[in-house]
């Protein structure tokens, strides 16, 4: 699809009437895209687990939260590139605290401003809520001549979530730490596992043998390799079963800590889920 232009009042109201930053679930459709934005390289079209629809993320540190939402429990819904609407009141904000409201490049048209992040968790009373993540590195918040600008957008952002009574916070690289998102991004491979590996005998058998057979400092792969031996299971299935089982909270493990087949084997505990709710969840 080709990159949309924003340069009238006629074009977002089009985009507004095509569903773009509306919806929920499988049906969301973010305002921006990744092919509506500049790119670095960073930006990325991600399947989603929970929602089933192709998420757009625009940076490295995107694609490590959204993971991380992933695999959170709590979490039953995720709205990327969210639009601030309407823009009316975020403009009048900006003119009482003498802020200059953003536009298009090269146009006088209102800019729609986005959220990165809505989420929808679920509580344990099973009500459900929504928080909003705007997503930044550090080194956005460094002394120079264009901090003062990003503040101040960051304040109408904080603003218009207040005044919905949502929860705001600013996600950083200290919320996701490079160890924590390399080990997702490997995991991620293996969150959905072919249909021969979803027996319910066979995966439950895993994890006892994993669970049987210890660390004793030995590296992950030669665990897996050992189960492996056990269950005249294929290695690379082996891989893919520890990543899917890992995801699934039937192995918990550190996710703090590096987990590479080269590394030793991490801490395990293994929960007693069987195998068939674990693919029911998934």
Not at 224 to 245: E, G, I, S, T
Request: net charge positive.
């Amino acid at each position: 699809m080709r990159a949309r232009r924003f340069k009238t009042q006629g074009d977002i109201d089009r985009y507004v009437a095509q569903g773009y930053g509306q919806g929920t679930g499988a049906d969301y459709k973010p305002w921006l895209r990744v092919q509506d934005v500049p790119s670095r390289g960073r930006s990325r079209k991600v399947h989603g687990l929970k929602t089933g629809r192709i998420h757009h993320v625009l940076s490295d540190l995107e694609y490590a939260y959204l993971l991380a939402l992933e695999f959170s429990e709590r979490v039953v819904d995720i709205r990327e590139q969210f639009p601030l609407f309407p823009i009316e009141p975020i403009q009048e904000r900006a003119r009482r605290q003498s802020i200059r409201y953003p536009r298009y490049a090269g146009t006088q048209v209102p800019y729609v401003m986005t959220t990165d992040f809505v989420v929808t968790v679920k509580a344990e009373d099973e009500s459900l809520r929504e928080f909003a993540r705007t997503v930044k590195y550090e080194v956005e918040f460094s002394p120079g001549r264009g901090l003062a600008r990003t503040l101040e957008k960051l304040e109408l952002e904080r603003a218009y979530w207040l005044a919905r009574g949502v929860d705001w916070k600013i996600v950083t690289e200290r919320s996701v730490a490079p160890t924590l998102a390399k080990n997702l991004i490997w995991l991620y491979g293996g969150a959905q596992i072919e249909r021969g590996l979803e027996r319910d005998d066979l995966q439950a058998s895993f994890a006892e043998c994993l669970d049987e057979a210890g660390t004793h400092d030995r590296t992950l792969s030669s665990l897996l390799k050992a189960v492996c031996y056990r269950l005249n299971l294929a290695y690379p299935d082996a891989v893919r079963l520890f990543k899917y089982l890992v995801w699934n909270k039937v192995i918990v493990v550190d996710l703090s800590v590096p987990m590479l087949l080269t590394s030793p084997a991490p801490t395990m505990r293994i929960t007693p889920a069987d195998a068939s709710s674990v693919r029911r969840a998934a």
